[in-house]
């Protein structure tokens, strides 16, 4: 297991610009970045495992995941934000399940708030 410690979240006018970061307390085999708004599902929104990154579509285009894989860290460029992406940002490091990224017993950041108004 490893911990994970969000940061970067705040609050931004729409159209603006956020990155967060995740930092892993040690290797992780994938990350992904989720989000949850009051009242509605977690919503999975980037991924980065060994096959590469992908994307919600309600993200794609706008949001950008990358890694620093020497400090276990993982970045979420937002750009062109939209009020509804506000919501409690987490990230998750997920398990090889034969080889595909499984987040069924992650382990879960504390999460952090973005606002976009």
């Known amino acids: 297991h490893v911990q994970l410690v969000e940061s970067g979240g705040g609050s931004v006018q729409s159209g603006g610009s956020l990155r967060l970061s995740c930092v892993a307390s040690?290797?992780?085999?994938?990350v992904g970045w989720f989000r949850q708004a009051p009242g509605k599902e977690r919503e999975e929104i980037a991924t980065i495992d060994p096959d590469g990154t992908r994307y919600a579509d309600s993200v794609k285009g706008r949001f950008t995941l990358s890694e620093d894989v020497a400090a276990h860290t993982t970045y979420l460029q937002m750009n062109n934000l939209k009020s509804e992406d506000s919501a409690m940002y987490y990230c998750?490091?997920?398990?090889?399940?034969?080889?595909?990224?499984?987040?069924?017993?992650?382990?879960w950041g504390q999460g952090t708030q973005v606002t976009v108004s």
């Open positions: 998750a490091a997920g398990y090889s399940d034969y080889g595909q990224c499984s987040f069924e017993y992650a382990d």
């Open positions: 040690g290797e992780t085999y994938c």
